[in-house]
């Protein structure tokens, strides 16, 4: 719009007044009437005329306040020089000076005086005092608003909230800085976790790390134990500092700051206006005499509580550092969560990995393919209710014409029953010397399970049976177990049988009273545990002997093989039942000839 | 410059508040104010030039007031003085009410 040569032109137009005031306040506030009057003539807009008229007098007034006795009947000279550009005013005088102070600071607000230097330098652009051996001049120049007249007043009331917006702008960014050195550290301590299990030294880390950025002198972080009544110190520093002693019990809110803030929920602090009492663990701190405490809340679980202690009576915890505190207790706070989360997790893989382990040995316990004489055929399964149970059966060859058979529930499931259940396979294995005489075989077996089954508190029922393949007998003894069935012949209905006898492990000496049974042609017998009977469908129905009894003589009317049969009465079994799950293991040994 | 029925103390009619008439303004409301007087109120409607001095008046009664537990108010500031008080952050100090 303007070239230099206009604008140098422009800034020619001007004009000056001086005025020779006497030094005293009356000259002085005349003259400063003068010059707003006269800047009101050069066409300056009130307003600033007016805050011209306040910078002049307060100048002027100043020039009067410091004169010596001497300068006392010189006069102070005032010049002004209006451009349509700016203002520029030189006052001079002819007393001893002053020193100008570089940066005006408002005075405190009860303070009489001490405005005066802060308004000219509020009100003016640039403000310079020279000193000379025969006078100083203060030169104050303010360009005008070269727009609507513009209030000047408003002009430093402007500059004043200018500043004021500077330091909360500092002060925000103070803030941000420090959100983004929390975000910085929290990045980083997430990478260690991944590296690092040990929630101790994380912790550590990250509340040695804390402590250095709030300036604490302490810290101490406790975490709620035994059901969140208490509070137990798990990291604190220094080390050897503070945080030993007792569990803190949470109901004591009087008595302990951190009680008070874990059962409230909220931030407590404690100093002068709230003092440690002299029986809260925090006292015991040697020199602690003011902090914050802090209830470390994930999804409102208390987790814990981390305190800042202070050596000092003020602990300088600014706005900043609280929200720093916060930030990195939540941040560790989650970490403690997702630790527990993570335990729990890994102790139920384990327990189901042990579990798929137990089970297999269970399986290879069981016999994998039992070779009786041909015209006989032989087939035995074992369904656990869980994935490891208590039912075992067994087939043991003794010598060329000889079989053993064994089935056997521990009472309970699972894993204890299950390794019971090895056990008695185990025993009844090592005694092939007592095989033809099931009876004193149970009797032994009791003998020795005796001790370790009453000191389970636990109990087995067993089926023993043993045929001799050259006479087709069969010798079967029980200890509480349900009944064996038996189809003599083939087309025979089929017969059952109860010998009586205790469980194992009930009483140390039990007789087992054996019975003999011979199988014919086409003769069957089935051996089961009460897995099979006690099966229920959906409407509560047991399966049952009944039922049991009429499948087994048609399966073994419509097949021709024990493997057959077996898989057919299981089918029947699974039919009734429906989609009811099993509620107990299903065992069954089935022998047929032909 | 009178005192009210209600006990308050009030002061009117100023032209201007500056180094000039400042610690006799001062020195006046001071003498005439009763002793047990516990509210002084300065209208400033007509006052269009106020200075340092005349801040520091201002302050120096509003103490004076404080220390008996008395109240300072100023009424009906015009503009440009209301300003003064803000950019020198008074307006914190004082009781500003405009009626």
Not at chain 2, 74 to 87: D, F, K, S
Request: charged share 20%; hydrophobic share 40%; proline share 4%.
């Amino acid at each position: 719009m303007s070239t230099p040569g206009a604008a140098s032109l422009r800034s020619a137009f001007r004009s000056v007044i001086q005025i020779e005031a006497g030094c005293d306040f009356v000259s002085i506030r005349k003259a400063s009437e003068t010059v707003q009057s006269w800047l009101v003539e050069q066409g300056l807009a009130e307003r600033e005329a007016a805050s011209w008229e306040l910078v002049l007098a307060e100048a002027g007034n100043n020039a009067v306040e410091h004169t010596s006795v001497e300068a006392k009947s010189l006069p102070v000279g005032i010049e002004v020089i209006c451009s349509d550009r700016d203002v520029v005013v030189r006052v001079t005088d002819h007393g001893p000076g002053f020193d100008f102070p570089e940066e005006v600071e408002l005075p405190d607000l009860d303070s009489d005086g001490g405005r005066g230097l802060f308004l000219i330098k509020s009100l003016t652009e640039s403000c310079r005092y020279l000193r000379g051996p025969g006078g100083n001049v203060l030169v104050l120049e303010r360009s005008r608003s070269e727009r609507a007249p513009d209030d000047s007043l408003s002009v430093g009331l402007l500059r004043l909230r200018l500043a004021e917006a500077e330091r909360a702008l500092s002060d925000m960014t103070e803030e941000l800085s420090s959100n983004y050195e929390s975000l910085v550290a929290l990045f980083r301590y997430s990478g260690e976790l991944g590296a690092s299990a040990n929630l101790l030294d994380f912790s550590g880390r990250i509340l040695s790390d804390l402590m250095t950025l709030t300036g604490a002198d302490a810290l101490i972080f406790r975490v709620a134990g035994s059901g969140q009544s208490v509070l137990q110190t798990f990291r604190s520093f220094p080390p050897d500092g503070f945080g030993g002693g007792p569990p803190i019990s949470i109901a004591d809110v009087a008595g302990s700051i951190e009680a008070h803030a874990a059962s409230c929920c909220e931030d407590v602090w404690f100093g002068v206006e709230r003092p440690l009492g002299a029986r809260d663990p925090l006292a015991g701190a040697k020199g602690l005499v003011s902090g914050l405490c802090h209830p470390a809340l994930v999804a409102g679980q208390l987790i814990g509580t981390v305190t800042l202690g202070y050596a000092s009576e003020d602990p300088h915890l600014t706005a900043a550092k609280v929200n720093l505190l916060h930030t990195f207790v939540d941040f560790l706070g989650i970490q403690f969560v997702n630790a527990r989360l993570q335990d729990e997790r890994t102790r139920a893989r384990v327990t189901r990995r042990e579990l798929e382990i137990a089970a297999n040995i269970q399986r290879s316990l069981l016999p994998s393919e039992a070779r009786v004489p041909a015209p006989f055929t032989i087939a035995g399964t074992c369904r656990s209710a869980l994935q490891v149970g208590g039912d075992l059966y067994d087939i043991v060859p003794a010598g060329p014409d000889g079989l053993m058979l064994v089935i056997a529930d521990v009472m309970g499931k699972g894993v204890p029953a299950a390794l019971l259940a090895a056990i008695i396979r185990t025993a009844v294995r090592s005694m092939p010397q007592l095989f033809r005489k099931p009876g004193v075989l149970l009797k032994t077996l009791n003998q020795i399970l005796y001790e370790d089954f009453s000191g389970a508190d636990m109990f087995a029922t067993a089926k023993v049976a043993f045929l001799d393949f050259s006479n087709r007998s069969l010798t079967s003894a029980s200890a509480g177990h349900c009944p064996l069935l038996v189809c003599a012949t083939r087309g025979a209905s089929a017969a059952s049988s109860v010998e009586a006898g205790l469980p194992l492990g009930i009483e140390r000496e039990v007789d087992y009273p054996e019975a003999r049974w011979r199988l014919g042609d086409g003769g069957a017998v089935l051996i089961y545990t009460d897995g099979l009977t006690e099966a229920r469908n959906p409407a509560g129905e047991m399966y049952g002997d009944v039922r049991l009894t009429h499948d087994f003589e048609e399966v073994l009317r419509a097949t021709s093989t024990a493997g057959d049969a077996s898989s057919e009465l299981l089918r029947r079994l699974k039919a009734f039942c429906s989609d009811a799950p099993a509620s107990d293991d299903q065992t069954l040994i089935l022998l047929r000839h032909c | 410059m009178h005192q009210r029925e209600d006990g308050t103390f009030e002061v009117g009619g100023l032209v201007e508040l500056a180094a000039l008439n400042a610690a006799q303004v001062r020195d006046e409301i001071k003498s005439r104010m009763g002793a047990d007087c516990l509210a002084l109120e300065m209208d400033l409607a007509s006052v269009t030039f106020l200075d340092s001095s005349g801040l520091g008046t201002l302050i120096s009664l509003h103490k004076a007031l404080r220390t008996r537990g008395g109240e300072f108010r100023i009424v009906n500031a015009a503009p440009n003085v209301l300003q003064i008080l803000e950019l020198t952050r008074l307006h914190r100090v004082f009781q500003i009410i405009t009626r």
